[in-house]
């Protein structure tokens, strides 16, 4: 057989009109299957999330072929959500990876007709061990139906392949199905945005939902005087902890105001060293919450054309942020 022309010497006669139309007939069959699958969800799909949300170890999610490719998806899905979760693949497990599935476990197992031999041994396991088996399946009748703790079946839907051999619809369907799952199960236990953060520390979610308290100073880093502190050693204080700033606080440690370079330079004189602070403080001042976002913070400094901010929590200062500070955690 020859090998294939490349691109530059095939005679491509297809026109954009039939291309664009090609995919509008794929995308709208695939919204019909959603649709489809929307309106048949019943009191089954509240059943497998009792049993996954009750699973004392790891949800098993399992498919051959392209059912294969969609559960591995599912699993990191769950895993990120808050759901514990791993993809094994059926075909292995006949073959001594079926030991990583334990009776603490469930099994959430995809198959579009519900025969898939390659998860024979699979069931047979989860039967034989008493371990929970979600099907998410089209097979109505099928094998994994009857098998199955709980059945999710979704309907027939036509398939975008012209020829109806391709899995694309079907494909859709149940991963779109697995996000309901991962999904309802998140809100079920009131998986917050901290949580999400926690299993999410690299990339753009991590830096989106950075703390304040994530990355402020505090503890002896903090530049902290009083009242009656003389400009002398105040400046010392602003000067070792290099902020620029130093908070004041009264005898409770709450936080009366700030003083900045800028108080400096506009009180400028020769008895400057022998007054005190509180001769010269801006009363006040901006400060922001510990559990406020990053970049929150990073908004709030460019708003209030300000380089560092206190960090208080019941009046009383608890850290400083600067504004490099979130620029190296790649906040900006």
Do not use: W
């Amino acid at each position: 057989m020859a090998p294939p022309k490349n691109n530059t010497q095939l005679n491509i006669t297809n026109s954009p009109s039939a291309d664009l139309s090609s995919a509008r007939r794929v995308l709208e069959l695939e919204i019909a299957g959603l649709s489809d699958l929307s309106a048949s969800l019943d009191d089954q799909f509240s059943h497998a999330l009792d049993v996954l949300e009750n699973v004392a170890g790891r949800i098993v999610v399992t498919g051959m072929g392209k059912s294969g490719h969609v559960a591995c998806k599912i699993a990191a899905t769950l895993a990120s959500t808050g759901a514990p979760a791993m993809f094994v693949h059926p075909g292995e497990a006949s073959h001594g990876d079926l030991g990583m599935i334990t009776t603490q476990d469930a099994v959430l197992a995809l198959s579009n007709s519900g025969e898939t031999s390659e998860l024979a041994d699979l069931v047979a396991y989860t039967k034989r061990f008493e371990i929970p088996l979600i099907a998410i399946t089209g097979g109505e009748a099928s094998a994994l139906a009857k098998e199955a703790t709980v059945a999710l079946i979704y309907p027939s839907s036509q398939e975008a392949c012209p020829m109806g051999l391709a899995p694309t619809t079907s494909t859709t369907v149940s991963l779109a199905l697995g996000d309901a799952i991962a999904v309802a199960l998140l809100e079920r236990k009131g998986f917050s945005p901290a949580d999400f953060r926690a299993l999410h520390p690299g990339g753009k979610l991590g830096q989106k939902l950075l703390k304040v308290s994530d990355i402020m100073h505090s503890g002896a880093a903090l530049p902290l005087i009083t009242p009656e502190t003389t400009m002398a050693d105040a400046i010392l204080e602003m000067t070792a902890k290099s902020f620029g700033c130093a908070g004041v606080t009264d005898q409770d440690g709450l936080l009366l105001g700030v003083i900045t370079d800028g108080d400096l330079r506009r009180h400028m004189s020769t008895d400057l060293f022998t007054q005190t602070v509180a001769d010269i403080l801006t009363k006040g001042g901006k400060t922001i919450r510990p559990d406020a976002l990053a970049s929150e913070a990073v908004h709030f400094m460019n708003v209030n054309k300000i380089t560092n901010v206190f960090v208080v929590e019941n009046e009383k200062p608890v850290g400083i942020l600067h504004i490099h500070d979130c620029l190296r955690a790649g906040v900006a």
